[in-house]
């Protein structure tokens, strides 16, 4: 198939799709790989606004442009392997000389010098077409839809669960704000966790996505209505959930007003992005889109009053006693910079609930079968289950997954692994596609919100015990790790989960195609990557990291 005839197929704006099947359009695994992913996180299913080339988390993008989106294809389809492409915000700028064994594609994304680091200084570069917001996994090609923070909503929502409520959410309320990409997996998670679920979001098309997925039971367009459903839901224990079209600060508002007081309340709007991002209060999204366009100083003075406002609400009900926390968004420094003197009165979810994870090295590992043949994922989960027999949490997650799931694009699967497991995992998945198991090779990945990869103050390294948090020597050292140990693409961002200027991180993903090389590469990389979590905590002084250090013969000879 010659060019033209490839993008016809798979690439007319905004018309994107990934091959599927076993025949290569690239010339090898290692180029097709990164081809497909590319293509299927711009996929109608897998992206929130393909026009835009925005896969999810506000406007995090795949790539620049469209014609810079067609020069990065033909790069992929003509590139072999002694050359590897650089990415430079969302465009292929270059190709190096390089081996077989070193990463196919270099990806640099949103990256600024600190003093600059800011969303007015980046919004100019890339009205000058110079830059685009690669948030974590869009524009490192490792986005899975929705499912790709199902399984550490999931893990989230039942921690704060043993934490709090003696380990059930059984007649226990959540409410949240903003059901897009992430926040979609939101609704889903909390009724797995068996809690009844209010989601709130101001854009009806985004709730009728997570219904039309199955993420979400029901919508609501009045808040009357949908408290009678969730009250209902919660006296009976009935684990369900109802996305509300609605301002989530006016729904917190409500809740007051009438004396209900959630188990837990939380939020996953797009705090981080008070331009593109947030939608302020008493606005339409047509009066929204038109004031961003006309007066965004405006709109960002509003956008960040609106956020003081919600995360006033939020702090009232904390007083009255639900459990709060920050889902990541940023959401209380934007509250901050709008008044909110006391935004940071409730914590991140990472020092509430996650950090304990990070210092066994487990975070959120992934996998997409590039056959796009359903099956291949069950022949894996059903491999995962057989493998780590004792792991049952693991094996409620998968079955669950596997019963609930619907796949969005090439078929994927997440699953928290820590150091050790990840290894296992990969070199089984390589050998699943050597014995000729499943249809086609695997991809393995993760997010950038990882043990070992991402200096984020406000959310993976809020409140480390040494004071560490903005030390972002971590993710340079976590991409140089997976650069030297061979992963087929890698990736540096800046600004992803919580904005510009206030994180930095990095990216990996590894192919299985069978063969001897990628069970090398697979056995450095998935190794040294969450080594690096172990030791950045050990570093950091966490006594089960240390343990660790032990643990996986990790300490200097
Ligand atoms: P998204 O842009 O796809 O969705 C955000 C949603 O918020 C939209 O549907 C929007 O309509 C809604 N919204 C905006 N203002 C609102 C308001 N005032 N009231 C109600 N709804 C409102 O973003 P996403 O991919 O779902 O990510 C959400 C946030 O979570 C982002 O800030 C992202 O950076 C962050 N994030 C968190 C994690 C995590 O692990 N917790 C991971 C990735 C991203």
Known sequence: ???????????????????????????????????????NNLDREVA??????????GTGQAARNPEALLQIIKCLLQLDEHHSLLIQSGKAVGIVRTHPEAPRVFI???????????????????????????????????????????????????????????????????????????????????????????GVDVDAERIKKRLSSRYLDHICYTYPEAKAMILNAKEMGIAISVGLVADIGDTLEQLLMDGIVPDVVTDQTSAHDPLYGYVPNNLTLNEARLLRK????????????????????????????????????????????????????????????????????????????LSGDPEDIRVT?????????ENLQMIKWLKNAEERVE???????????????????????NNLVKEGKVKGPIIIGRDHLDCGSVASPNRETEKMIDGSDAVSDWPLLNLMANTGGGATWVSFHHGGGVGMGY?????????????????ACIR?????????????????GYEDARENMKRFNLTFR
């Not at 197929?9 to 695994?29: C, D, E, F, Q, V």
């Not at 989960?381 to 027999?389: G, I, N, S, T």
């Not at 969005?408 to 699967?413: D, E, H, I, N, V």
Request: aromatic content about 12%.
């Open 1 to 39: 198939m010659n060019f033209s005839e490839f993008i016809k197929i798979y690439a007319t704006h905004p018309n994107y799709k990934s091959p599927t099947g076993n025949r290569l359009h690239a010339r090898s695994w290692q180029t097709e790989a990164p081809l497909r992913m590319l293509l």
């Open 48 to 57: 929130e606004n393909p026009e835009e080339l925005v896969v999810y988390g």
């Open 108 to 198: 640099a994304n949103s990256n600024l010098v600190p003093a600059w680091a800011t969303w007015e200084h980046f919004e100019k570069l890339k009205a000058e077409g110079l830059m685009m917001y690669g948030q974590m996994t869009a524009g490192s090609w490792i986005y899975i839809g929705s499912q790709g923070i199902l399984q550490g909503t999931f893990e989230t929502f039942a921690a704060c669960g043993e934490k709090y409520f003696k380990g059930d959410l059984k007649h226990k309320l959540i409410v949240s704000g903003g059901l897009g990409g992430m926040g979609g997996a939101q609704p889903l998670a909390a009724t797995m966790a068996g809690a009844t679920f209010l």
């Open 294 to 369: 006309n007066d965004p100083d405006k709109y960002r003075e509003l956008s960040l009053k609106s956020m003081a406002r919600h995360v006033g609400f939020m702090l009232e009900l904390q007083r009255q006693g639900s459990v709060v926390f920050d889902y990541g968004n940023n959401l209380r420094e934007m509250a901050r910079q709008g008044g909110e003197k006391n935004a940071f009165g409730f914590n991140g979810f990472i020092p509430e609930f996650i950090r304990p994870l990070f210092c066994d090295g487990k975070g959120p590992f992934r996998w997409v079968a």
């Open 381 to 389: 989960d059903h491999a995962l289950m057989e493998a780590f027999p």
């Open 407 to 429: 796949f969005q694009g090439l078929p994927a699967r997440i699953c928290w692994l820590g150091i050790g497991e990840r290894e296992k995992a990969g070199v089984l998945f």
């Open 503 to 519: 994180s930095q991180h990095a990216g990996m993903v590894v192919l299985a195609d069978g063969t001897a090389r990628a069970e």
């Open 524 to 540: 450095r990389v998935l190794f040294n990557d969450p080594a690096m979590g172990i030791f950045r905590h050990n570093d950091a």
